[in-house]
């Protein structure tokens, strides 16, 4: 019923894509040898299109004759490794992890073709505990999903801003690296003071009723869609499609209607084997929002605030090039050829 459901919803924001599909363009696959395709994301509501696309079948539906390979992960930083073994051609991660792959790389390992969402991260304190100043994080524990993540390297700016060291012992702070569900558990325990976390645990954190939001990260971007170069050269029309269904749940998901609301609830419901609230998801979502623009300049200023805090070695970042707005803006044209595209 909930497929029926989420592809009623989505049908007339898709159409432009399959009525060109089927209008005589090309195959996917034809003259490309590309059949399968390994989609890696991590599974938080900040990837709410990627998740909901692929398991109420929507990029399947434009895609005949790949076969979808689906790999989730607790953290960008791991699926940065899993592109780097060549297991990964498609990417919905955060720009910290984006940076970091682009630069060990030298470029190689990806470019982002589009954005996906910005916002819905921030920083939650233990009710009790208001840190103002760099003293009040003495001795303290904060937990971030994964080292070297974007919440993570958030943290360690906002610490370095206030003169913090990120680094157990007298005077700093100690950053802990844990899972979503684990952090929320450690978090209720009194186990940490705090965390830098995206949407759903900020969320949760707050409805533990032991948590308060002291920054709402509202415009920084969370999630971007990265590829591998080689899928670019060999099949950029696929590239282009998979972009016309991400512009359609993106418009379809910021509407932030029942409808939507439902539909998020009950994908996620299924995707973790938990129950996911209509509750817990509207007010997840009013912090966060989903779009495909992407700025090259604020890459590189995230980039920069990574080196700053040491967690880019060498030389300082250049990450000129990894941005390739080809595939976005002829899937944009594509989309507005046809109807009901929605906008940004």
């Not at 005589?24 to 599974?43: C, H, K, P, S």
């Not at 921030?122 to 003495?138: H, K, L």
């Amino acid at each position: 019923m909930w497929r029926r459901m989420a592809w009623a919803a989505l049908a007339p924001f898709v159409a432009a894509a399959l009525l060109l599909l089927h209008a005589g363009e090309r195959a996917v696959g034809e003259g490309t040898e590309v059949t399968e395709l390994r989609v890696g994301y991590v599974a938080s509501l900040v990837n709410a299109p990627v998740v909901v696309g692929l398991a109420r079948g929507h990029f399947q539906e434009v895609l005949p004759g790949v076969r979808l390979e689906e790999h989730a992960f607790g953290a960008g930083p791991a699926l940065v490794e899993a592109l780097f073994a060549g297991a990964i051609d498609i990417a919905y991660l955060g720009p910290s992890p984006a940076v970091n792959a682009f630069i060990r790389s030298g470029g190689e390992a990806l470019r982002i073709v589009a954005g996906s969402s910005v916002g819905g991260s921030g920083f939650v304190a233990a009710r009790g505990w208001n840190p103002q100043r760099a003293e009040d994080f003495f001795g303290r524990r904060v937990g971030t999903p994964q080292i070297g993540n974007t919440q993570d390297v958030s943290l360690r700016a906002y610490l370095a801003s206030l003169g913090v060291p990120a680094a157990a012992g007298e005077g700093g702070v100690h950053v802990v690296a844990v899972g979503g569900p684990e952090l929320v558990g450690l978090f209720a325990l009194g186990a940490l003071d705090g965390a830098w976390v995206p949407e759903p645990w900020l969320t949760r954190l707050l409805a533990t009723g032991e948590g308060v939001l002291m920054l709402h990260e509202g415009d920084l971007p969370t999630a971007f869609v990265a590829v591998r170069p080689s899928l670019l050269a060999r099949a950029p029309e696929l590239v282009e499609r998979w972009l016309q269904v991400h512009l359609a749940l993106c418009a379809l998901l910021n509407k932030g209607d029942d409808e939507a609301v439902a539909l998020v609830a009950a994908t996620f419901s299924e995707v973790w084997q938990q129950d996911v609230s209509e509750a817990e998801v509207r007010e997840a979502l009013s912090r966060l929002r989903f779009g495909w623009d992407v700025a090259e300049a604020g890459i590189q200023a995230l980039a920069d605030k990574a080196y700053a805090v040491g967690l880019i070695q060498g030389a300082p970042p250049d990450v000129s090039g990894i941005v390739d707005p080809r595939p976005l803006a002829r899937a944009l044209v594509l989309r507005d050829a046809g109807e009901g595209g929605g906008g940004n």
